[in-house]
């Protein structure tokens, strides 16, 4: 089965603090994404990667960066937290052209 | 704005009925369309997909039906059970293995 692991599934940060979430596949997948879910607005992509070291913007990467230093690894990374990033945040994984399977997801609170 | 637009928001159905769930999309570049079923505390799980050169797909209970000309498709849970209760999302998968979510319907069917 394909593993798709968050570091943490619930997190709790204070505005301002620099907050990184962590995503570890064990499938060999070259396609890593990071999405936010909001009741009312499903599912936005924030920023995606091919490969290696190689990331894409999604629909809403403002205030946010990631890194992809190997290839089972993708981090999200809030630069400065502000509460509105107060969300769930979820990890995916897919082979080049396969469906996307998700992590557990973690619930981020910015106070 | 919205790539896939996903109704109702919610819906109620009986035990034994029939739940069907909408999606409509512009983009003509969009390849494979699946649809996620998520419970509370976890990530979303592929349910069935389909491709655009098929116009339905059957897997047990669940049927997506595909109408490209209309660029439309539907979920229809046929005897829904009160195991089906979950948020449901349909997709579509751009060429660069992008996936774009509806909003979610959060399903719940009575006993």
């Known amino acids: 089965d394909v593993k798709v692991t968050q570091s943490s599934r619930y997190l709790v940060k204070r505005t301002g603090e620099k907050v990184f979430l962590e995503c570890v596949q064990d499938m060999d997948h070259e396609n890593m994404f990071w999405y936010r879910q909001d009741p009312g607005l499903g599912l936005r992509l924030i920023y995606f990667?091919?490969?290696?070291?190689?990331?894409e913007k999604g629909d809403i990467p403002e205030g946010y960066s990631v890194s992809r230093e190997k290839k089972e690894r993708f981090s999200l990374i809030l630069e400065s937290a502000s509460t509105n990033q107060t969300s769930m945040y979820l990890c995916?994984?897919?082979?080049?052209?396969?469906?996307?399977?998700f992590g557990q997801g973690t619930r981020l609170t910015v106070v | 704005q919205q790539q896939v637009k996903q109704s109702p928001q919610s819906l109620i159905v009986q035990k034994g009925g029939i739940s069907i769930i909408n999606c409509a999309y512009e983009?003509?570049?969009?390849?494979?369309f699946p649809w996620y079923q998520q419970f509370p505390g976890k990530g979303p799980a592929l349910l069935i997909a389909i491709r655009p050169d098929v116009s339905e797909k059957k897997e047990g209970r669940f049927t997506i039906s595909f109408n490209k000309s209309a660029k439309q498709f539907s979920l229809h849970i046929m005897d829904s059970q009160p195991g089906d209760s979950a948020t449901y999302f349909c997709a579509a998968r751009y060429t660069g293995n992008q996936f774009y979510f509806g909003t979610g319907t959060s399903l719940t069917v009575i006993p």
């Open positions: 990667s091919y490969d290696v070291k190689m990331k």
């Open positions: 983009n003509t570049a969009f390849d494979y």
């Open positions: 995916a994984s897919s082979l080049a052209r396969g469906e996307a399977f």
